[in-house]
Structure formats: structure tokens, C-alpha cells
């Protein structure tokens, strides 16, 4: 993804959303995973009822201990591990500035000043533009070259289905949610409420029916929460504390993204 600024949300051109292609994709190197466990090394078994008594978040405990801890990153190796994050985030902040534009309005009861209703109604369309096309190359591109060594960019499925950009009202549900991973089943939520939103902002714009801001209102609250806790944590799992467990820094300076 490109990091360059993006266009004012008052301004017609699509943020950049540039991403590897197929072919820089194969360029990353496998995905061996070497195991380095001593066997050696096995703790032994321990009759003592204090070794074997477990309790609330014993499991966890008894992982952490055996997990040795990973040394500090330096400056430069903390930005090669955080870079995905901040691109994500930075394109991120972009669907939360538009997202908020059209909400506060509808908690308002009024528009943002010097905006015209045909430009507030491009406003919503914009939006759902940049996320179906950001979401079409995340899971295109982003996912599956992840995927390789992280299970929470994993789906044994193939993706949500998508036309022209766009996920199918029907895809998804039975095997297909339990093959997916929990961000791309949250990327079909997401869609759901977006179809619902573009449907009325387009009913809107033709004026087949007038807009009403506490309907446009319950358009955004039926997907609202998912969205913002799939940007969230979605960064949150690119970010290098959890990066650095996965890849060295040579994987991460060749992903081409």
C-alpha cells in the first residue's frame, strides 16, 4: 500500500491503494518454520499437587513461562516490524475521518457546512468505494501472502465471494464462516450493512425517496461497530511486537507492500 496522503474527503479522487502484484508476491521467501525445541529440555513430571493443581488462567501461565522472551527491537528493527501497521492505520484514519463526517450529521440533525446534499450523498459513495476496493485488495494481495505464517489471516476457503469489486448479498454463511478467519468474516458483516447504506444513499441521490439522516443513521449503526473494531484490529495485528514472532527482518523488508 502506497503512503502517499490521500485526497481531501471533499475531493472526488480515490485515496491510493496500491498493492504487490501476484508476481512480487512470489518473491517473499517460504514459509519454513524451524523447530528448535530441545527434547531434551521437557520439564518432568512433578506428582507435587502444586505442579499439577490448575486453576483460572493456569494454562496461561504455564505458556508464558515456557516462552522465552524475545530480545528489544532497535529503532530501525521496530520500523522495518511496524511498518504494515502504520500504512494500514494511516489508510485507515481516512475511513474513520469520512465515516465521521456522514455520522456526525446524523447525530447533528444537519450537514456540514458549505456541503451540498448531492456532495454529502458522493461522500457516503465514496466511502463505500474505498473500502470495497481497500477490502478486494486485502484479500487479493495482503491475506494470503500473511497467511503463510499467520493463522489469523488464514481461511481454508476461498475468499468471500465478490462481484465488480463488491461481496455477494449470499456469500458466506455454513462451511464458508467456519473456514474464514475471524477479519474476513468480519469484512462480510461490514459488506452486509454497506450494501444496505449504498442501496438507500442511491435511492437518495435519484430522488426516489428523500434523505432522512436518522434513517441514513440506522444504515451506519447496523455495521458501524464491526467496522471500527476491524480497523483496530487489524492494525493491531500488524503491529511489531506481533510481527516479529512470525517473520525475520528479511521476510518483512521483502514483502513488496
Same mark, same amino acid.
Given at each position: 500500500?502506497?503512503?502517499?496522503?490521500?485526497?481531501? &474527503?471533499?475531493?472526488?479522487?480515490?485515496?491510493?491503494?496500491?498493492?504487490?502484484?501476484?508476481?512480487?508476491?512470489?518473491?517473499?521467501?517460504?514459509? !519454513?518454520?524451524?523447530?528448535?525445541?530441545?527434547?531434551?529440555?521437557?520439564?518432568?513430571?512433578?506428582?507435587?499437587?502444586?505442579?499439577?493443581?490448575?486453576?483460572?488462567?493456569?494454562?496461561?501461565?504455564?505458556?508464558?513461562?515456557?516462552?522465552?522472551?524475545?530480545?528489544?527491537?532497535?529503532?530501525?528493527?521496530?520500523?522495518?516490524?511496524?511498518?504494515?501497521?502504520?500504512?494500514?492505520?494511516?489508510?485507515?484514519?481516512?475511513?474513520?475521518?469520512?465515516?465521521?463526517? %456522514?455520522?456526525?450529521?446524523?447525530?447533528?440533525?444537519?450537514?456540514?457546512?458549505?456541503?451540498?446534499?448531492?456532495?454529502?450523498?458522493?461522500? !457516503?459513495?465514496?466511502?463505500?468505494?474505498?473500502?470495497?476496493?481497500?477490502?478486494?485488495?486485502?484479500?487479493?494481495?495482503?491475506?494470503?501472502?500473511?497467511?503463510?505464517?499467520?493463522?489469523?489471516? &488464514?481461511?481454508?476457503?476461498?475468499?468471500?465471494?465478490? &462481484?465488480?469489486?463488491?461481496?455477494?448479498?449470499?456469500?458466506? !454463511?455454513?462451511?464458508?464462516?467456519?473456514?474464514?478467519?475471524?477479519?474476513?468474516?468480519?469484512?462480510?458483516?461490514?459488506?452486509?450493512?454497506?450494501?444496505?447504506?449504498?442501496?438507500?444513499?442511491?435511492?437518495?441521490?435519484? !430522488?426516489?425517496?428523500?434523505?432522512?439522516?436518522?434513517?441514513?443513521?440506522?444504515?451506519?449503526?447496523?455495521?458501524?461497530?464491526?467496522?471500527?473494531?476491524? %480497523?483496530?484490529?487489524?492494525?493491531?495485528?500488524?503491529?511489531?511486537?506481533?510481527?516479529?514472532?512470525?517473520?525475520?527482518?528479511?521476510?518483512?523488508?521483502?514483502?513488496?507492500?
Amino acid at each position: 500500500m502506497a503512503s502517499t496522503k490521500p485526497e481531501s &474527503k471533499l475531493e472526488g479522487e480515490s485515496p491510493p491503494t496500491s498493492m504487490p502484484s501476484d508476481s512480487q508476491t512470489e518473491s517473499l521467501p517460504p514459509s !519454513g518454520v524451524t523447530d528448535t525445541t530441545d527434547p531434551s529440555s521437557a520439564a518432568p513430571t512433578s506428582t507435587s499437587p502444586s505442579a499439577s493443581a490448575t486453576g483460572p488462567g493456569s494454562e496461561a501461565t504455564a505458556e508464558a513461562e515456557t516462552t522465552p522472551a524475545l530480545p528489544a527491537l532497535t529503532p530501525a528493527e521496530f520500523r522495518v516490524y511496524n511498518r504494515l501497521a502504520e500504512q494500514m492505520d494511516y489508510f485507515h484514519d481516512h475511513f474513520r475521518s469520512m465515516w465521521t463526517t %456522514l455520522y456526525s450529521a446524523c447525530t447533528s440533525g444537519r450537514r456540514p457546512a458549505n456541503m451540498s446534499l448531492k456532495r454529502f450523498l458522493d461522500e !457516503g459513495l465514496r466511502l463505500l468505494r474505498y473500502l470495497e476496493s481497500h477490502h478486494h485488495i486485502e484479500e487479493t494481495h495482503l491475506y494470503p501472502l500473511l497467511a503463510r505464517k499467520m493463522p489469523q489471516f &488464514k481461511s481454508s476457503g476461498p475468499p468471500p465471494a465478490m &462481484k465488480a469489486l463488491k461481496f455477494n448479498k449470499d456469500a458466506g !454463511g455454513g462451511a464458508r464462516k467456519k473456514e474464514a478467519c475471524e477479519l474476513l468474516l468480519q469484512h462480510q458483516e461490514i459488506h452486509k450493512g454497506m450494501d444496505e447504506l449504498e442501496e438507500y444513499i442511491r435511492k437518495c441521490k435519484s !430522488g426516489e425517496t428523500p434523505l432522512e439522516l436518522g434513517v441514513l443513521k440506522e444504515k451506519m449503526d447496523s455495521w458501524g461497530e464491526v467496522l471500527m473494531k476491524h %480497523l483496530d484490529q487489524e492494525v493491531e495485528e500488524l503491529k511489531a511486537e506481533t510481527m516479529r514472532k512470525y517473520w525475520t527482518l528479511e521476510e518483512m523488508r521483502a514483502i513488496p507492500i
